[in-house]
């Protein structure tokens, strides 16, 4: 299990809850030299209203992830046709991976700030995560459950 905790009184920003995860390319393309695989930690949102797990278009080919295709997605912006990719999801510390598919279409287009995450965790991530909000305390916890989570990737609806 990898855990992630907010700080007392920071539990939200006005952008919701964020916080951090790794994500490495799938399959593993990079290995140092001293046999380790980078990876790359992300601002990440968890997005219950999410089915799938969202990534920036340009977050995607700077950590070098293969296009696998396309899949149609609806959402409030009508529907879309974003790249799907894939990609290892894990925590630093953990040790622990997980393949994940992603597509590249947060449905409007959010500003390019620090404020706004690279990536938006959908349902598909955080079925297996459990989560706690202590709303006096301002604190929330998220605790993704690896042993949970299939080893193989599921493919994200009729693909092209």
């Known amino acids: 299990m990898c855990a992630r905790t907010s700080e007392p009184g920071r ?5 919701g809850m964020r916080t951090r995860f790794n994500l490495r390319p799938h399959p593993l393309q990079l290995v140092t030299d001293d046999g380790d695989v980078p ?18 278009r340009h977050v995607a080919v700077e950590l070098g992830l293969r296009v696998l295709g396309s899949v149609e997605v609806h959402h409030f912006a009508g529907p879309s046709r974003p790249y799907r990719y894939l990609a290892m999801f894990g925590c630093t510390g953990c040790d622990q991976w997980r393949p ?9 287009n959010h500003p390019d700030s620090i404020e706004f995450p690279e990536v938006l965790l959908g349902r598909d991530v955080l079925q297996y995560a459990s989560f706690a909000f202590d709303g006096p305390a301002g604190s ?20 092209r």
């Open 39 to 56: 990876s790359v930690e992300l601002l990440m949102m968890a997005d219950t209203g999410a089915d799938v797990t969202m990534i920036r």
């Open 11 to 15: 539990a939200f920003s006005a952008l």
């Open 140 to 159: 929330w916890s998220l605790n993704v459950h690896f042993e949970d989570w299939p080893k193989e990737v599921t493919p994200i609806g009729p693909q």
């Open 100 to 108: 994940v598919e992603l597509v590249d279409d947060f449905g409007v």
